[in-house]
């Protein structure tokens, strides 16, 4: 399924590097840098809001879920809400829930939990100071300067695993990278978790939607991890990122994914999809407080299932282009709301995510501006996921081979500003200020030539030769470079060990199951 | 001097905007965009050295300016030195300074002034939580998407004036925004302060170099705001922005425009030219080290000359690529750098000003992202003046009128964030989600018909519209787009009113001057 570059991926540790391009990566991680260490946030949040707006955000959201609800299209989860004290109309499938309820429920979700990851060098840290990265997630389409831009396929899915890994950019290995088109829809999340287990050892996302393809994510993990779906309740290892159909409402295959993931005891990452003026009110401050009742609402629900069951809420606020109706994101109302956001959830107790996003048409300026913006408000908004960090691309509808690079610069560069400062008296260099005569210079310093090969940030995607150099070697932006680097990366990627007996299992179970969806009648 | 554009351009106010292409721009101000208000920090600043790490810093530069001091080439500034209590060596030209001496004459340096604008509504407030921009100053070429990469010229001068002016960027109007090469030397700086007062009523630069650059400033500008040299002391209104020939040098060109404006009561920016691995240490404390050093000693050199003079403490240290020399900006180091030298300059309580750099050959997303990481440490340092905030581009060695455009978007998003967040009942909009269905839309909410036409910042470069129609207008990426926003822009552009007499009286004096520079035996 996953073309020949796929054949050896696999090999045991200290065999994956043998074979011709294959060299060039790191034997056992398949890096070519090396990977993301764990960020720990070295700086205070960025407060926004005062303390007294934060409580009357959360007081105008706790009064909408008690006046006003949601609409919860599960009866299994209205009967939840039901059971736990809530109002629940079952002709309009509203639920209303009293804020006792809500603060009952959200004082049993975790401030900070771990899911592991098959490298147990690689466990997911979720709260506190550290920042987490991951990728573009459920964009419909490819695209690539060689190429161009198409739906995505199961090839190019496994392409921006292979990039994203090789590149060492990630803290957890996404659901959706990308929609893989031509796979069928009923084996589609199958042939994804394969190439999650195959191609990385870091946390996977189930995909978002439907029941089955979180019992599937449970299966697969559970294998991946050499123990049960019941164990893994007891030690987590997988997310799901999902969202509410705001305002105001949650599907049923949305629900059952929920309930599933947090009655088995894993990550919620609930998120409403509140674009100001479109799906919430055109105020930053009502979209917040329709974010927060609706965020607060599904985190009641997993808590309901499951007392402690690890939750993370989302934040998707952003605003619109008036005239259009398109979505706008890294803009300063972007800003402003992952601020906010992570701050209501610093008052609530509960993880946050927030994201690095843009709706930049092309991976060039405008997508960087717009990143840098979304990424500088993630970071200093102290969010624990910040979600769709490499590759996203025109709003979230394609994911860009080039940007995933033009990234790499972006979350390299902050894990090396979060890197905390520490000097001695040989970095204060007093001596080797000495040892240069005034109008000198120091690059042949001995204090210099000690220390020169290590002292700095090495970028992987920058150009600083002169104008001359450039200019003759082509004239090439950084968006034209990345695409040597991401091809490069592609071709040189090793993928970590996997037990071959994992291996086989994976495979047994998605042979099974892909029988049962697609031959009619085996199910 | 300045071209056919010029024709016109000081016409009385409300008379500007009759002919042709004059009409799109706002009458008095020629800002296509409203002016950049003034900011005001609502965010604490970003602290990246513990309190202890400063003093070891600070202690450590005090103690390189009492035992290996500064070369001074100006026999003036050694006198001064000597007078105030410096170990003066005249043949090496030495100048050693104890610490009491750098402490006390710091504590008379001011920690905020105003530099006075001809429009009062654009003074300069320097201090304090108030962040100002500046353009790119010094490039000595000039490039764009038509004409390419050539020297600069006083047009192309002109033009950046035009299009930071008609973009309504920046807080202050820079000085060599680039170097004019078509002007004779001797009277470049006429041309260059000539084309200030015409264009644009902020606060300018008096060239950085030089004694007859700084006095001929100080004539232009006594002359701009109607008032005398003596007064302009007591009233300042100039800047000058200049460095340190690091290590620890500061030559006597240098040091007589410094001791001219000092002299004066205008403000002094001085910057040592400390990149890491070149002129300075590798490491980040030890450039931080002789660029503490280097910027006091200058400070207390401006104070003995005029206590209370108003001085703004400098930093540019940034790292080299180690492989080639070329200086690198906008990379984690520079960040650092820039948090660090504002926290240094805070508990040394004077303004400080850093940059807003990079040293990307293009246009491109390595500009931007480089660009977003230094503005992002100047913000949030806590930097007074942010230089080289509009049109830098290639580590200086170009002014790029595209790069004006890409940082507009920059600096009016910061501007944007930079506003306090107030809402009240209206706001929180219960009402309005109320008043929209679950799963229903805000489009046509009268909360939203309310407020959506000034309810998001507007961008001007951003293009948010999908992909097909995106393509289908040619595929032009946000450089190709600023082009078209630059030239609009430029040609739109109507300068401020100007008193005729003033300008009358500002030729003449250029016309003097220049007859004295370039006529053998005038002067």
């Known amino acids: ?66 006046t006003d609800g949601m609409k919860i299209l599960s009866p299994r989860a209205r009967e939840a809400y039901r059971r736990h004290g809530a109002m629940v109309d079952e002709e309009s499938r509203i639920v209303r829930l009293g804020r006792d309820i809500v603060e009952a429920m959200l004082a049993t979700a975790p401030s900070s939990f771990v899911l592991h990851a098959r490298n147990p060098a690689r466990d997911l840290h979720v709260g506190g100071h550290v920042v987490n990265f991951g990728p ?10 060689d190429r161009g831009r198409r739906y995505g396929d199961i090839e190019g899915f496994r392409d921006i695993l292979r990039i994203t890994n090789g590149l060492g950019l990630l803290h957890w290995q996404g659901g959706v990278v990308v929609e893989p088109v031509d796979v069928p829809v009923p084996v589609r999340h199958l042939e994804m978790y394969r190439a999650h287990i195959e191609l990385s050892d870091l946390v996977w996302a189930a995909r978002g939607v439907g ?116 979505p706008a994101f890294g803009t300063p109302e972007y800003v402003n709301a992952a601020l906010a956001t992570a701050q209501i959830a610093r008052r609530l107790g509960v993880p946050v995510r927030t994201s690095a996003v843009n709706a930049s048409p092309a991976p060039d300026a405008q997508a960087t501006w717009e990143t840098s913006f979304s990424l500088w408000a993630a970071i200093m908004s102290h969010s624990h996921l910040i979600n769709h960090a490499a590759g996203w691309l025109e709003g979230g509808l394609s994911a860009s081979l080039e940007k995933i690079v033009i990234d790499a610069e972006l979350l390299r560069g902050w894990a090396e500003i979060l890197k905390p400062i520490e000097f001695g008296d040989d970095e204060l260099a007093l001596d080797a200020i000495r040892g240069v ?11 210099t030539l000690a220390r020169y090969e290590n002292a700095f940030y090495r970028p992987i995607l920058s150009d600083w030769s002169n104008y001359e150099n450039w200019r003759d070697a082509g004239e090439r932006t950084a968006t034209d470079r990345a695409l040597d680097i991401w091809k490069k990366t592609r071709d040189a990627y090793v993928p970590p060990p996997l037990d071959p007996a994992v291996r086989e299992a994976v495979d047994a179970y998605i042979a099974r199951r892909t029988e049962e969806e697609l031959v009619p009648g085996t199910r």
């Not at 599907?251 to 088995?264: F, K, P, Q, R, S």
């Not at 005569?437 to 204090?447: D, L, Q, V």
């Open 1 to 66: 399924m996953s073309g020949d570059r796929a054949a050896g991926e696999n090999a045991p540790p200290g065999h994956g590097g043998r074979g011709g391009r294959r060299e060039r990566g790191t034997r056992n991680t398949g890096a070519a840098t090396p990977p993301m260490p764990r960020l720990v946030n070295r700086f205070n949040p960025v407060d926004i809001l005062s303390p007294e707006q934060v409580e009357r955000i959360l007081d105008a959201a706790f009064t909408l879920l008690e």
């Open 136 to 145: 573009v997630n459920g964009a419909p389409n490819i695209r690539d300067l």
């Open 211 to 326: 029941g089955v393809q979180a019992r599937d994510a449970l299966a697969l993990s559970a294998i991946e991890h050499g123990t049960s779906v019941e164990a893994l309740a007891e030690r987590p290892t997988l997310m799901t990122v999902t969202n509410v159909n705001s305002p105001r409402v949650v599907d049923e295959e949305i629900l059952d994914n929920i309930m599933t993931m947090a009655g088995h005891g894993q990550c919620v990452v609930i998120t409403p999809f509140t674009l100001m003026g479109a799906m919430a009110p055109v105020t930053l401050a009502g979209a917040l407080v329709q974010q927060t009742a609706e965020a607060c609402a599904i985190i009641a629900l997993c808590q309901m299932l499951r007392p402690g069951a690890p939750c993370v809420m989302g934040g998707f606020t952003s605003n619109v282009d008036m005239k259009t109706g398109s």
């Open 437 to 447: 005569a005034p109008g000198g210079h120091f690059f042949g310093s001995p204090h």
